[in-house]
């Protein structure tokens, strides 16, 4: 979401949320050299997330601070999040794609309840329940 941001042309600057973003830069590299205190980092990373909702909404203006500052609170972001914590945007790709797996097995279970394959049936549904996805037989048997 951070990724699709782009700088919009500077207004008046805010000088308290320039001050805030710079604040929550240096706070996240401190806190990961101060022996990885990744607790502390996530709390500053939940915050910038904040921060960037309000920017996807409109709530605070892009143009309200810096090019530069702006810039460097999205690298900052991504380089925690992605690179340093291994936590990535789910990509939108591999979205459909599990969609599309689900659906295969939820027909596969159809086709093993229609040939009374109930042990089959049962083990789809069991493994599709595993991953959080809970299939409800109706009175059709659907």
């Known amino acids: 979401m951070l990724k699709k941001l782009d700088y919009s042309s500077p207004s008046e600057e805010d000088a308290e949320l320039s001050k805030e973003l710079t604040r929550m830069i240096s706070e996240c590299y401190a806190n990961m050299s101060d022996d990885f205190n990744t607790a502390k980092t996530l709390a500053v990373l939940f915050e910038m997330s904040a921060k960037i909702n309000d920017f996807r909404s409109g709530n605070l203006s892009l143009g309200s601070v810096s090019e530069s500052i702006f810039k460097d609170f999205k690298q900052t972001y991504i380089t925690f ?60 048997g659907r």
């Open 81 to 140: 999040m992605e690179n340093i914590l291994g936590i990535r945007e789910e990509d939108e790709h591999n979205q459909q794609l599990l969609d599309g797996v689900v659906k295969v097995l939820i027909e596969l279970r159809k086709k093993s309840r229609v040939d009374k394959n109930f042990a089959l049936s049962d083990k789809i549904r069991d493994d599709l329940k595993a991953i959080g996805v809970q299939l409800m037989d109706g009175r059709m």
